[in-house]
């Protein structure tokens, strides 16, 4: 497109196949990108792969989302006739911005998350333990005394902790996305 070549034969060169009014369709421009075909800007987006975010985010989401949107401004492009290259760059720009912040957002939360499933794992660590150093822990338990009582507390007091761990490491990450979106940075 930026040598001067047609939208709709830069695009067939590319691989992606048009509609009859020379604009790819969304499912065009998916198809191409699953099979590495889409060419220049786009492609070194995704590396010639999907982008992280269309992974598990169903068909409203991910690469679903960058194909609706090179759909629509290729179709306002041909409608205004204005140059396509551009903006496909922008949104190409766009969506490496995008990456960047989920791959930051996927890094900050690493520890956390391990932190939390370490945490959650100690009491049947420290169960086993004791087990290897001859304590019959398992029999305190199941006593039907204090040690079931205190094994069935521990368990409470354990899914209360996974459910508010969950619970915050999901705020922040909700946080963290509505401050990228506002552009507050990663």
């Not at 369709?25 to 699953?34: F, I, Q, Y």
């Not at 290259?85 to 720009?93: E, G, H, M, N």
């Not at 791959?103 to 520890?111: D, P, S, V």
């Not at 079931?148 to 899914?159: D, I, R």
Request: hydrophobic letters at 45%; glycine letters at 16%; one cysteine or more.
């Amino acid at each position: 497109m930026r040598v001067g070549a047609p939208p709709q034969e830069a695009w067939r060169a590319a691989g992606v196949n048009c509609g009859a009014d020379g604009v790819p369709t969304p499912k065009a421009l998916v198809a191409a990108w699953d099979l590495g075909q889409v060419g220049g800007t786009l492609r070194g987006v995704g590396r010639g792969r999907m982008p992280d975010s269309s992974r598990g985010s169903g068909p409203t989401g991910g690469l679903h989302a960058y194909a609706r949107a090179v759909h629509v401004v290729a179709g306002m492009s041909r409608e205004l006739g204005s140059p396509l290259a551009d903006v496909v760059s922008q949104i190409a720009s766009s969506i490496r911005s995008h990456e960047e912040a989920q791959r930051a957002r996927a890094t900050a939360f690493a520890g956390p998350k391990m932190s939390a499933r370490v945490m959650m794992a100690l009491p049947l660590v420290a169960a086993l333990l004791s087990a290897l150093l001859g304590v019959r822990v398992w029999e305190i338990y199941v006593d039907g005394g204090f040690g079931t009582m205190s094994a069935v507390a521990g368990l409470g007091f354990l899914a209360a902790g996974v459910r508010w761990v969950g619970t915050i490491l999901a705020r922040a990450e909700l946080a963290a996305v509505r401050q990228t979106r506002a552009g507050g940075g990663r």
